[in-house]
């Protein structure tokens, strides 16, 4: 896909919901066209790592207790697998930690 090709809605799609180096690649761009279309649709293109709510960790452990594999439960969530397998480890971590005291 060129630069003329990527309509504004297209662009939406994409800004804002991964890191710029990854919604360049989705769009096949390179990263400073990427920023070069943002500025000129005026699209914001800011990426914040969506915190985990205590609710959505209690589900995941749930589901990963009930066996759910770490793909399944990043489908069902809307989440990366790493974001799922690093949360559920921290969750780990700090249970350990506090049976231990």
């Known amino acids: 896909m060129n630069k003329q090709s990527i ?5 939406r799609a994409v800004a804002g919901t991964m890191p710029a180096c990854r919604a360049a690649d989705a769009l096949g761009i390179s990263q400073a066209n990427f920023y070069r279309l943002a500025q000129s649709y005026s699209i914001s293109t800011a990426f914040v790592y969506k915190p985990w709510k205590p609710e959505e960790k209690q589900i995941a452990a749930e589901l990963r207790a009930a066996g759910e594999s770490h793909k399944s439960i990043a489908m069902k969530m809307g989440r990366s697998v790493a974001s799922v397998s690093r949360t559920l480890s921290r969750m780990r971590k700090a249970d350990t930690k506090r049976g231990s005291q």
Do not use: A, K, N
């Open 7 to 11: 309509t504004p809605e297209q662009f």
